[in-house]
C-alpha cells in the first residue's frame, strides 16, 4: 500500500487514462479512410480507441495509414505443400497537424502465422483470424506510439 501512495512521487504518469494529454490529443485525431477490407477493420479498431465521446467536430490532426500485407508459405510438406504460412502487415503511419504539416510519422508491423489444413474452411478461418490478430497489434502499437508522442510533445490548443 505504501508503494502506490509514493508512486506519484517518482514522476509516474500514466500513458492512458481519461485525464491524459493523450487522451484528450487522441479524440481530435480524424482517422482517414485506409483502403481494402484490412483497412477497414484497422480504421475501425482505431475510431474505437481514439473516441471516448464521439468523432471530433473540428479535428486538429488527421491519420493517414498505408498497409502492405503479405503471406509467405513455410512449412513445406514431402509433396512439396505448405502446411504453415505467414502473414506479415506492414503499417506506414503519418499524423499531420491542422495546417497539414507531418507532425509524425514512422512504420509499424505485425507478423501472425496460420495452418494450412486439407480444409479450406479451416484455412480460411485461421488465415481471417491471423489478420485479425494482426489488425488488433497494429492498432494497438499505432495508438502507443500516438500516445507516448502526446504525452512528450508540449500540448497547444491548436496550432493556427
Same mark, same amino acid.
Given at each position: 500500500?505504501?508503494?502506490?501512495?509514493?508512486l506519484?512521487?517518482?514522476?509516474?504518469q500514466?500513458?492512458?487514462?481519461?485525464?491524459?494529454?493523450?487522451?484528450?490529443?487522441?479524440?481530435? #485525431?480524424?482517422v482517414?479512410?485506409?483502403?481494402?477490407? *484490412?483497412?477497414?477493420?484497422?480504421?475501425?479498431?482505431?475510431?474505437?480507441?481514439?473516441?471516448?465521446?464521439?468523432?471530433?467536430?473540428s479535428?486538429?490532426? +488527421?491519420?493517414?495509414?498505408a498497409l502492405?500485407?503479405?503471406?509467405?508459405? *513455410?512449412?513445406?510438406?514431402v509433396?512439396?505443400?505448405?502446411?504453415?504460412?505467414?502473414?506479415?502487415?506492414? %503499417?506506414?503511419? +503519418?499524423?499531420?497537424?491542422?495546417?497539414? %504539416?507531418?507532425?509524425?510519422?514512422?512504420? +509499424?508491423?505485425?507478423?501472425?502465422?496460420?495452418?494450412?489444413?486439407?480444409?479450406?474452411? %479451416?484455412?480460411?478461418?485461421?488465415?481471417?483470424?491471423?489478420?485479425?490478430?494482426? #489488425?488488433?497489434?497494429?492498432?494497438e502499437?499505432?495508438t502507443?506510439?500516438?500516445?507516448?508522442?502526446?504525452?512528450?510533445?508540449? #500540448?497547444?490548443?491548436?496550432?493556427?
Amino acid at each position: 500500500m505504501l508503494c502506490l501512495m509514493l508512486l506519484p512521487a517518482c514522476g509516474y504518469q500514466p500513458l492512458h487514462g481519461a485525464n491524459t494529454p493523450a487522451a484528450q490529443q487522441l479524440s481530435l #485525431v480524424q482517422v482517414n479512410n485506409i483502403p481494402n477490407r *484490412l483497412g477497414q477493420q484497422l480504421r475501425n479498431s482505431l475510431i474505437d480507441r481514439f473516441y471516448i465521446d464521439g468523432r471530433p467536430v473540428s479535428p486538429e490532426y +488527421t491519420l493517414d495509414i498505408a498497409l502492405n500485407p503479405s503471406v509467405i508459405k *513455410l512449412g513445406i510438406a514431402v509433396d512439396d505443400s505448405a502446411t504453415r504460412a505467414e502473414l506479415n502487415v506492414l %503499417a506506414t503511419y +503519418t499524423l499531420r497537424n491542422a495546417q497539414g %504539416a507531418a507532425v509524425l510519422s514512422g512504420t +509499424t508491423s505485425s507478423v501472425s502465422n496460420f495452418n494450412i489444413l486439407r480444409s479450406q474452411y %479451416a484455412t480460411l478461418i485461421g488465415e481471417q483470424d491471423a489478420y485479425d490478430r494482426s #489488425v488488433a497489434q497494429l492498432s494497438e502499437d499505432i495508438t502507443r506510439r500516438l500516445s507516448l508522442f502526446f504525452n512528450r510533445e508540449p #500540448v497547444t490548443a491548436s496550432a493556427s
